[in-house]
């Protein structure tokens, strides 16, 4: 796998701040939807446990957005030390085209599917 060039790095510098831009408005925006469910509120049972369910649901969708927030962040930071683009477990480039979808992995193909499988 080749290293990024500078115009490579150039582009996937923009896709990250989208990235980071993004995912800070959809955890702004998902905000309201995770206070607790209020036991003051009108609604039966089984609506009750709708709700936790998709308090549950919420919640680990904005874990998500928060790790991959943290990781293009962290990839940001590697960028601007001029060290970004290279997996973090082997150290061999990632790839551009790996980057392009997932700018903010860490990890390349390789180690991503092997640190999969052990989980
Ligand atoms: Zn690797």
Known sequence: MDALSPR???ELRAD???LIDQ??????????GCRPVGLDQPIG??????AL???????????????????????????????????RRCEEPV????L???????FCLECQSERE???
């Open 8 to 10: 490579q790095c150039a």
């Open 16 to 18: 990250l701040v989208t």
């Open 23 to 32: 995912l800070r408005d959809l955890l702004a925006a998902s905000e309201s």
């Open 45 to 50: 049972r089984l609506s009750r446990m709708d």
């Open 53 to 87: 369910q998709q308090q549950q649901m919420a919640q680990a969708t904005r874990q998500k957005h928060e790790l991959r927030l943290g990781l293009a962040q962290q990839a940001l930071t590697l960028l601007e030390r001029g060290t970004y683009g290279d997996c």
């Open 95 to 98: 790839g551009y085209a790996r």
């Open 100 to 106: 392009k979808a997932r700018p903010e992995t860490p």
């Open 117 to 119: 499988g052990k989980n």
